[in-house]
């Protein structure tokens, strides 16, 4: 990498990010080059952004199209791009009214603001909103508050009032910490960030149930999960229970900005005119690009593809050495790592190897790989990973180790 580029990121570039020591001039497909010409299989996508590949050629040619045509108006007027979409998120999701905005954060932020407004119009006063813990909405301050392991900052406090905290993917928990003055409760369906964690079936149905029986609204934060990663448009249609409001962004875009809040019938008129707005939201290039994104996503041949795909990267994983568990919906995938492997180690031996994977947390590796994959280029990101996990298991006969003999 050009040492100056680095130099220069350092001096002029706020340091919030450990960036991994490469730098990526171009992408194809599954590929990523970086500054020497040096090829990169990506299994990471930009953290589930770029789902159909780099520049596949459907999305540039979306962006060509409607760059020559309009890029921008503000919400001050009509424009048909955006009114497909919103048609189409809503038809193919829970059926009311989209906002949109440019990001997952500023999505939660919609999400939040609609279930506070519907707690007051029930009478609340000190709406609470509950979150699981190891949960990620995002940075802004509402999305942070709601993130517990980082609203626990004090450095960044004071944080929004309102949320609390509920152990995660536990009905009993849920069950007591909820009552009349809840208006939401805000969560993923699978924590992404937190390594790949599905939240149960009991546990959902019971969050239905406790919203229904009080009147709050169950909201789900696609933001990583949705757009096909799991298999379907959504993941929660693989479960038995449906969201009052459902939040997206990432694969969106397919690397263009774009989040949307997408509503049910019963929350689709709370926020009223003048209680929201974004003005680059929805624009006509963020939303024409979008509309090409869900042609290609949206069909049963793209997500059998990734479920097909998903479950035998799932079963080769698993048969790896050093893998203890396999945690997985279609091509989200995270991949326990035994005792005394650490993940972030593997994960920058795999980068220097030519595969970009990524360690979420210090036991877990997690591919979120284009659904453009082929099957040749899934087994060379096995045979990978299986080296560099093979490398770093304390062999029996390793004298410094020690390790039991076998
Ligand atoms: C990435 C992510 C967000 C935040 O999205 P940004 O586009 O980074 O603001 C929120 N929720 C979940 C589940 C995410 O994975």
Redesign the pocket.
Known sequence: MKPKLKEREARYVMQTYRRAEVQFVRGEGATLFDEDGREYLDLLSG?SVTSLGHCAPELTEAIRAQAVELLHVSNLFYTEPMVDLAERLSTRSIGGPVFFCN???EA?ECAIKVARKHAHGRGIDSPRILVFEGD????SYG?LSATPGLARSEALGPMLPGFEPVAFDDPAALEAAFGDDVAAIFM?TIQ??GGVYPVSEETLLTARRLCDEHGALLMF?E??TGVGRTGSLWSYEQTAVRPDVLTT??ALGGGVAI?ACINSGQTGQVLEPGDHGSTFAGGPLAAGVALAVLDRVDTPDTLRRVRELGSTLHDSLLALDGVAEVRSRGLMIGVGLEDGIVASEASAALLEAGFVVNAPRPDTLRLLPPFTLTDNQADRAISAISEVLGARIPSAADPITGGDPA
């Open positions: 953290i990001s997952g954060t939660n990620f909405h995002g940075r999305a993923e992404g960030e934060d933001v990583q962004a990432k989040g």
